[in-house]
């Protein structure tokens, strides 16, 4: 029998399903090749089915041809021989040499595009002309043994993968699908091989791939006898082939709900699970502020605010005006790589935006007023939004305390304000140094409060071994004066500052004696009483005392630092 070429069998298959695959979007062309490659497993999987490995390849190819044709590829043995010019394209061998392979892939992102441009000029002479002549093509390339396991068709459904990128960016970057389209044909060669030589294993069988396909496809359609397909859109032939069906009684409704119901629960969900995750709040911290509303969003803040304090504080404006300008030409084309771009990145443009909000009065906060419900509104208050770190340990050996019942003394002051998302309580129980610095490097906390034992020497937490460990008062100064977001630090445990001369924070907060266990709790009680109901620092650390007086306990031994501004 005389060769038929590669790109001979490419035209005739494409020609016969011409009319149906012009009325296919280039996605269900994909989707059928999909599935027939699906079939393909049948081949390692030893399993009893109604399709053959012979015919399972032959309809692979059949589905193959017509999706290249559908991205008008002129020649399929050129796409492919570009490729595989009778050698490995990465390490540029016939046999391919795994050890080499691996050192090229190790060293470049792709192949050596020149190397492989000069090997394909010079094999010219060699290229392949008909279906078997390119399957024995890749066996020189890649042998195949009886032993072969999976490798094949592990392989080309990781290309199925890669092809389906290919086919998506297609209009944009063909070249993408150039390479993709060889790789994959590469793999169905593989898994003829792999066929080809067990059969000969097992039963003496000569395997020929092309005779097989013209059985299949004769030059016409052999389901409907015509040279140009008419077959229905779906045959019947087709259906179950692959898929295993599960049988619906009348009223089940499994597929019947409408887009309204369906979009009404989907936003339902998403609301869930914001809430979930924190609130919108905690999202609003990684928005990309690099690209689209959300940059537009931030950017408007800023000028927003600007044109809130220009009159007030005509120098604070100007800086926000700048800061607004820096942001918005940071801006990048939507769908670019991620970059780590959440609103912490700002840096210290963010700790202006955060202090100039909370800083507003209320005639300058109305000339906020936008839409609830808005990007921008929510973005302000995330960005407003007071954030508290309780730190506390109760280690072992140590005299207990009600480190507990001041936490939860802070949660009910805040719940009972009815402002519970405009301050954010986050705890560190069983503190160690370690558990500390974690946290601080992953987050901003505007407030941090320590609870437990102290000295004048330093705020005790926990060792790994759950015993005291005594963090010395300077070492945590100048670490948590690192902390660019801290504005008040509280140090709510004996004598935490007696011997510390210079705030650390913008308020520091502390003790200059020992303090008695329940009035430590109430003045943290009545300290976020007055904060989380918009009271200044100054009027929530007199609230704090008076609540512990008013109820018959000892006046804690407060010191108060404040750094000059």
Same mark, same amino acid.
């Given at each position: 029998?005389?060769?038929?070429?590669?790109?001979?069998?490419?035209?005739?298959?494409?020609?016969?399903?011409?009319?149906?695959?012009?009325?296919?979007?280039?996605?269900?062309?994909?989707?059928?090749?999909?599935?027939?490659?699906?079939?393909?497993?049948?081949?390692?999987?030893?399993?009893?089915?109604?399709?053959?490995?012979?015919?399972?390849?032959?309809?692979?190819?059949?589905?193959?041809?017509?999706?290249?044709?559908?991205?008008?590829?002129?020649?399929?043995?050129?796409?492919?021989?570009?490729?595989?010019?009778?050698?490995?394209?990465?390490?540029?061998?016939?046999?391919?040499?795994?050890?080499?392979?691996?050192?090229?892939?190790?060293?470049?992102?792709?192949?050596?595009?020149?190397?492989?441009?000069?090997?394909?000029?010079?094999?010219?002479?060699?290229?392949?002309?008909?279906?078997?002549?390119?399957?024995?093509?890749?066996?020189?390339?890649?042998?195949?043994?009886?032993?072969?396991?999976?490798?094949?068709?592990?392989?080309?459904?990781?290309?199925?993968?890669?092809?389906?990128?290919?086919?998506?960016?297609?209009?944009?970057?063909?070249?993408?699908?150039?390479?993709?389209?060889?790789?994959?044909?590469?793999?169905?060669?593989?898994?003829?091989?792999?066929?080809?030589?067990?059969?000969?294993?097992?039963?003496?069988?000569?395997?020929?791939?092309?005779?097989?396909?013209?059985?299949?496809?004769?030059?016409?359609?052999?389901?409907?006898?015509?040279?140009?397909?008419?077959?229905?859109?779906?045959?019947?032939?087709?259906?179950?082939?692959?898929?295993?069906?599960?049988?619906?009684?009348?009223?089940?409704?499994?597929?019947?709900?409408?887009?309204?119901?369906?979009?009404?629960?989907?936003?339902?969900?998403?609301?869930?699970?914001?809430?979930?995750?924190?609130?919108?709040?905690?999202?609003?911290?990684?928005?990309?502020?690099?690209?689209?509303?959300?940059?537009?969003?931030?950017?408007?803040?800023?000028?927003?605010?600007?044109?809130?304090?220009?009159?007030?504080?005509?120098?604070?404006?100007?800086?926000?005006?700048?800061?607004?300008?820096?942001?918005?030409?940071?801006?990048?084309?939507?769908?670019?790589?991620?970059?780590?771009?959440?609103?912490?990145?700002?840096?210290?443009?963010?700790?202006?935006? $955060?202090?100039?909000?909370?800083? @507003? +009065?209320?005639?300058? %906060?109305?000339?906020?007023? !936008?839409?609830?419900?808005? #990007? =921008? /509104?929510?973005?302000?208050?995330?960005?407003?939004?007071?954030?508290?770190?309780?730190?506390?340990?109760?280690?072992?050996?140590?005299?207990?305390?009600?480190?507990?019942?001041?936490?939860?003394?802070?949660?009910?002051?805040?719940?009972?304000?009815? $402002?519970?998302?405009?301050?954010? @309580? +986050?705890?560190?129980? %069983?503190?160690?140094?370690? !558990?500390?610095?974690?946290? #601080? =490097? /992953?987050?901003?906390?505007?407030?941090?409060?320590?609870?437990?034992?102290?000295?004048?020497?330093?705020?005790?937490?926990?060792?790994?071994?759950?015993?005291?460990?005594?963090?010395?008062?300077?070492?945590?100064?100048?670490?948590?004066?690192?902390?660019?977001?801290?504005?008040?630090?509280?140090?709510?445990?004996?004598?935490?500052?007696?011997?510390?001369?210079?705030?650390?924070?913008?308020?520091?907060?502390?003790?200059?004696?020992?303090?008695?266990?329940?009035?430590?709790?109430?003045?943290?009680?009545?300290?976020?009483?007055?904060?989380?109901?918009?009271?200044?620092?100054?009027?929530?650390?007199?609230?704090?005392?008076?609540?512990?007086?008013?109820?018959?306990?000892?006046?804690?031994?407060?010191?108060?630092?404040?750094?000059?501004?």
């Amino acid at each position: 029998m005389a060769t038929i070429r590669l790109d001979d069998l490419y035209c005739m298959v494409a020609n016969i399903y011409g009319e149906q695959n012009a009325l296919r979007p280039v996605s269900a062309t994909l989707a059928h090749f999909v599935e027939v490659c699906g079939m393909l497993t049948i081949h390692d999987r030893k399993k009893r089915d109604v399709i053959e490995v012979e015919d399972a390849l032959c309809k692979a190819l059949g589905w193959y041809f017509p999706l290249l044709a559908k991205l008008n590829v002129r020649s399929v043995e050129e796409i492919i021989y570009r490729k595989y010019p009778y050698a490995c394209p990465y390490c540029r061998l016939k046999p391919h040499r795994d050890m080499e392979c691996k050192t090229v892939r190790g060293t470049a992102t792709t192949v050596n595009h020149d190397a492989l441009r000069s090997m394909y000029e010079n094999n010219k002479a060699v290229r392949p002309r008909g279906l078997d002549e390119w399957q024995n093509m890749f066996q020189e390339i890649y042998p195949r043994s009886a032993d072969d396991k999976g490798r094949s068709t592990l392989g080309l459904f990781e290309e199925l993968g890669e092809l389906a990128e290919a086919v998506r960016v297609f209009e944009r970057y063909p070249k993408y699908f150039a390479g993709e389209a060889a790789d994959t044909f590469s793999y169905l060669m593989g898994i003829a091989n792999e066929y080809s030589v067990r059969k000969a294993q097992e039963s003496g069988y000569e395997f020929s791939l092309e005779k097989e396909f013209l059985k299949r496809y004769p030059g016409l359609c052999v389901q409907c006898g015509y040279r140009v397909c008419i077959c229905p859109a779906i045959p019947r032939a087709t259906v179950g082939r692959m898929s295993k069906e599960l049988d619906i009684s009348f009223g089940e409704n499994l597929f019947s709900e409408s887009h309204d119901n369906f979009a009404a629960r989907g936003r339902a969900a998403s609301a869930a699970v914001v809430d979930m995750l924190g609130g919108y709040g905690k999202l609003a911290e990684k928005f990309p502020i690099d690209r689209g509303d959300a940059n537009r969003a931030l950017v408007l803040l800023f000028l927003k605010l600007a044109r809130a304090v220009e009159k007030s504080r005509p120098q604070l404006a100007e800086q926000l005006h700048a800061a607004a300008i820096e942001v918005g030409t940071a801006v990048t084309e939507a769908g670019s790589p991620g970059k780590d771009q959440g609103l912490d990145a700002l840096g210290d443009l963010l700790d202006v935006l $955060r202090t100039t909000l909370r800083d @507003l +009065d209320p005639a300058e %906060a109305s000339s906020l007023n !936008d839409d609830p419900s808005s #990007l =921008l /509104s929510e973005l302000g208050k995330s960005l407003s939004k007071l954030r508290v770190l309780f730190v506390y340990a109760s280690p072992t050996g140590a005299l207990p305390l009600r480190v507990a019942n001041e936490l939860r003394a802070i949660r009910e002051s805040i719940a009972s304000s009815g $402002r519970q998302g405009e301050i954010e @309580l +986050d705890d560190l129980p %069983a503190a160690r140094v370690d !558990d500390l610095r974690r946290r #601080l =490097l /992953s987050a901003q906390y505007e407030i941090i409060h320590f609870a437990g034992h102290g000295s004048a020497a330093g705020i005790v937490l926990e060792n790994e071994l759950g015993s005291a460990l005594e963090v010395p008062i300077q070492a945590l100064s100048e670490y948590l004066g690192k902390h660019g977001a801290l504005k008040c630090l509280i140090l709510n445990a004996c004598d935490s500052l007696s011997h510390v001369p210079d705030a650390i924070a913008a308020v520091t907060i502390g003790m200059e004696a020992a303090v008695d266990d329940d009035a430590a709790v109430e003045f943290a009680r009545g300290f976020y009483d007055a904060l989380s109901r918009g009271k200044a620092v100054a009027s929530a650390i007199e609230e704090g005392k008076s609540a512990a007086v008013l109820k018959g306990l000892p006046a804690p031994p407060l010191k108060v630092l404040m750094k000059n501004t």
